[in-house]
């Protein structure tokens, strides 16, 4: 079973920075692509960032050049930058960590969700 922790989220004003962190761990192998969605209230989840094993990495064009997503592999974890927050980017905010525990059955892991809030 592999679990999926994320922290860093909080209340920021616009303009602010923020960066979220997510560790998982259990009985992995292996972790190719991990990335960040979030939910807006109303809203459907999305895709917000996604970096592969091979550090290729993918964007949502609402937060290109304001957000960056970046991993340790020796520590399974992945971050998000937040820098230049806007009062949109207000939602929670879920990892997703994909690869494959010992005798290679892959899984996909969800972090539990951490609150992002931009007010002033």
């Known amino acids: 079973q592999v679990q999926s922790v994320e922290s860093g989220g909080g209340l920021v004003q616009p303009g602010g920075s923020l960066r979220l962190s997510c560790t998982a761990s259990?009985?992995?192998?292996?972790?190719?692509?991990m990335g960040w969605y979030r939910q807006a209230p109303g809203k459907e989840r999305e895709l917000v960032a996604a970096i592969t094993s091979g550090d290729s990495t993918n964007y949502a064009d609402s937060v290109k050049g304001r957000f960056t997503i970046s991993r340790d592999n020796a520590k399974n974890t992945v971050y998000l930058q937040m820098n230049s927050l806007k009062a949109e980017d207000t939602a929670v905010y879920y990892c997703?960590?994909?690869?494959?525990?010992?005798?290679?059955?892959?899984?996909?892991?969800w972090g539990q969700g951490t609150q992002v809030t931009v007010s002033l």
């Open positions: 997703n960590v994909q690869g494959t525990v010992r005798a290679a059955t892959k899984f996909t892991s």
């Open positions: 259990g009985t992995i192998f292996s972790i190719n692509a």
